[in-house]
């Protein structure tokens, strides 16, 4: 079977423009909303997300959504999505069909996407079944609880499906199998990160030969499949952004490749973007058998939003500096994955990031990966399986050898000496204070001449001439930066003798601006 094309960008959407219009919505509508970011830009593939647990189709293995409680809603937004594909269904419409006839029509590939285990269940326990009401529910969940991980897993995930059940995996196959063989796309994704709780926590390793059964019958479908119609038929398949993530959650990576059960692997977190993803590893192991990597981007980062820019700039800067690097070292193109927009919002990025192209001579920001972990409310236990190398926020403390935390930054741009471009690197310190002595190290170079911008952190802030958060800014020069991996050591010389609590460096960024031109105005104040 020949390779699949390049894609440059493939696009997932999870089926929210079916909740983008009044009750009842027309096809045209629906068509247009999907539709309306892609055109004209660098997407070259839509994955569909088909839907969870249920089916938007007339099924004969599934429920159909909204069955489970007689179509009644637990709230408005789910009434409005899914009363839009009931009513479809009962005009005669098929929203799958006219879907992918209309991205064949654009030049777009189509692909089923289906969310292997998704949980969106608001941490509900097992022992909550017989009084949730949950558009996603099924009668099936309901009736074999015994099915479920329950305490086997992350406490928030209690309802995941455990997959080392024959059971289980064979309701999953069975999904797979008519949402293929029923309509004409072009490939199916297995998003096995949503969510990534797929069997018991302390045994996954070890069960992982049952996920990669599942993965090969579903390639054993897929091959099938593409012999009956005498084309090609993709299968992808989005797993952790680490090979050690994969190892853990069950995912065997080098299994997968050997016995070609997969065409296109998407490395990604599980719950927001990863910045940290192993491209290079994954293109070194996958290089040899042609498959393709894409690298995936979700809807934001989890770090905390702290400026200096705009938050739509910073992000755009970001995610331009996360995408070369993913090029850089060798990605097939980029995914992205809850990307909601219309035909504006994101089109900036869509219409850059699918080539280092497209990406050079725009500004950027290169950052350090937070490790950020959720311990209480929403999501709490999602966030923990991804960015496990993820070196801020850390403490500064002394040391007995005169040292600290060791940051790298892996930059791809290629600075030109004499170009119109400015440089900065900046460390964000919580809790600092004047008579805090702090040096920093680029490369084993100390750097000279700080300067300090106090962070807006309250509205308060901005009438008051100082807070207890800074950037430490240095103005740096293109002769320094090369491309590839820098370190920035960050040493804590003296702590102010009245302050007993540590300071924490949050934030390590190196800004380019191309041109000498600032689009947005910094909202600090300089000491």
Request: glycine residues 6%; negative net charge; aromatic residues 10%.
């Amino acid at each position: 079977m020949p390779r699949p094309p390049g894609y440059r960008i493939i696009y997932n959407w999870d089926g929210a423009p079916h909740g983008y219009s009044k009750v009842p919505q027309s096809m045209d509508d629906f068509l247009n909303k999907v539709y309306a970011p892609l055109e004209n830009t660098q997407v070259g593939a839509l994955f569909w997300c088909v839907g969870e647990h249920s089916a938007r189709w007339p099924s004969q293995v599934l429920e159909i959504l909204g069955d489970v409680h007689e179509r009644r809603y637990e709230n408005a937004q789910n009434y409005i999505f899914t009363e839009n594909i009931r009513r479809m269904l009962e005009r005669g419409e098929d929203p799958q069909k006219a879907l992918i006839e209309k991205g064949h029509q654009l030049g777009f590939h189509v692909y089923a996407s289906i969310r292997m285990n998704d949980n969106h269940f608001d941490g509900a326990q097992v022992s909550d079944l017989g009084k949730l009401h949950h558009t996603e529910l099924t009668r099936l969940r309901i009736e074999h609880p015994e099915w479920l991980l329950g305490d086997q897993t992350s406490e928030w995930f209690n309802l995941s499906w455990n997959m080392a059940i024959p059971e289980v995996r064979q309701h999953r196959l069975a999904h797979i199998q008519e949402v293929c063989r029923l309509y004409d796309w072009d490939g199916v994704e297995l998003d096995w990160q949503r969510h990534a709780f797929h069997l018991p926590e302390y045994e996954a390793y070890r069960l992982r030969y049952l996920l990669t059964d599942l993965q090969r019958a579903t390639r054993h479908m897929t091959n099938a499949l593409a012999e009956e119609r005498s084309r090609p038929f993709y299968l992808a398949t989005r797993v952790s952004g680490s090979l050690e993530m994969c190892n853990r959650t069950g995912y065997d990576i080098a299994a997968w490749i050997d016995e070609d059960l997969v065409d296109i692997l998407i490395p990604a977190g599980g719950a927001a973007t990863d910045a940290s993803v192993e491209v290079d590893n994954f293109v070194n192991i996958c290089c040899d058998q042609g498959i393709d990597v894409y690298p995936g981007l979700d809807s934001g980062l989890p770090d905390l939003f702290v400026g200096p820019e705009n938050q739509e700039t910073k992000r755009n800067m970001r995610m331009r500096a996360i995408t070369s690097r993913y090029h850089k070292a060798g990605a097939k193109g980029i995914y992205v994955f809850n990307w909601h927009a219309n035909r504006d919002s994101r089109r900036e990025l869509l219409s850059q990031i699918g080539s280092i192209e497209t990406l050079q001579n725009t500004n950027k920001i290169y950052a350090a990966t937070h490790r950020f972990i959720q311990t209480e409310g929403a999501w709490r236990g999602a966030y923990r399986i991804d960015r496990i190398y993820g070196e801020v926020p850390v403490l500064l403390r002394k040391t007995i050898t005169d040292t600290g935390p060791i940051i790298t930054l892996d930059i791809a741009d290629e600075l030109v000496l004499g170009a119109s471009t400015e440089l900065e690197l900046r460390l964000r310190l919580s809790e600092w204070v004047q008579g805090d002595m702090v040096d920093v190290w680029w490369d084993g170079d100390k750097l000279q001449d700080a300067e300090v911008q106090y962070c807006n952190l309250h509205q308060s802030d901005k009438i008051s001439d100082v807070s207890s958060a800074v950037w430490l800014c240095f103005v740096m020069q293109p002769t320094g930066i090369e491309v590839g991996k820098h370190k920035v050591k960050v040493v804590l010389v003296e702590r102010h003798p009245q302050l007993a609590g540590d300071i924490t460096l949050t934030d390590v960024e190196l800004v380019i601006n191309h041109k000498g031109i600032r689009k947005q105005t910094h909202e600090n104040y300089r000491d």
